[in-house]
């Protein structure tokens, strides 16, 4: 079982409509969760952190659920310009000095259309 | 502020020949990164620097070494490419070692070994 999973869509989203999806993480030690955004062929981008109260930038929001270990990413009025791949970054627990580690699920692709 | 460079853009090899792929970042960042993308897989850790003059390995260090030249460089060698090699490699660096830190991105080098 991969420690983040994703479901890889694509997600086909109508301009203005609201789309969601989930990720789930196998560790429950789990400490840090982060949603980035991938344009095709180019680099993550930080898009936002994922707090346990829940929180939105602009159309963005998303959620965390421990108990289940999941957590949500929520798109409001879609745009032309949010049709990317959304990468679920889970950070475990790790031993000082021993680096910043991500782990990466392998991405949600949404397409926005006319 | 370039950010993280990374150079070259794309290579192609031949299986058993080697070659370095340079990282360097300016925001004066103590931990860097490098991960490889596969279709499907998400991005994998090959090596990580937590600071300058310490390397560890990651989720998938075979077939790989590091060098972290100074603060800012953090190189990744191919010794015996191999087809399985083939990827996109991505450097990253974060300010600091803790679990809510950024981290930042390259382009990407696009390998192909044939």
């Known amino acids: 079982r991969k420690e983040v999973e994703q479901d890889p869509g694509p997600f086909n989203v109508p301009e203005g409509a609201t789309v969601a999806f989930n990720c789930t993480y196998s560790n429950s030690a789990s400490q840090s969760f982060f949603w980035y955004r991938q344009d095709c062929r180019k680099e993550p981008k930080l898009l936002m952190s994922v707090y346990s109260s829940g929180n939105e930038d602009g159309r963005f929001t998303a959620q965390l659920n421990r108990a289940s270990q999941y957590i949500s990413l929520l798109i409001r009025d879609s745009k032309l310009s949010d049709s990317a791949t959304y990468l679920c970054?889970?950070?475990?627990?790790?031993?000082?000095?021993?680096?910043?580690?991500?782990?990466f699920g392998g991405g949600t692709r949404v397409l926005v259309k006319p | 502020n370039a950010g993280v460079t990374q150079t070259p853009k794309f290579q192609v090899l031949k299986t058993g020949q080697s070659m370095t792929l340079q990282c360097a970042q300016d925001m004066n960042h103590n931990s860097m990164y490098w991960y490889r993308q596969d279709p499907g897989m998400g991005l994998r850790l090959i090596y990580y620097s937590a600071s300058e003059g310490t390397t560890d390995k990651g989720e998938v260090p075979n077939g790989y070494n590091v060098s972290r030249l100074n603060k800012r460089e953090f190189s990744l060698r191919l010794e015996s490419a191999a087809p399985s090699q083939t990827s996109v490699y991505f450097c990253?660096?974060?300010?600091?070692?803790?679990?809510?830190?950024?981290?930042?991105f390259g382009p990407g080098t696009r390998l192909t070994v044939l």
């Open positions: 990253a660096s974060s300010e600091i070692e803790g679990p809510g830190d950024t981290q930042y």
């Open positions: 970054v889970v950070n475990y627990l790790m031993i000082k000095a021993a680096g910043n580690k991500l782990t």
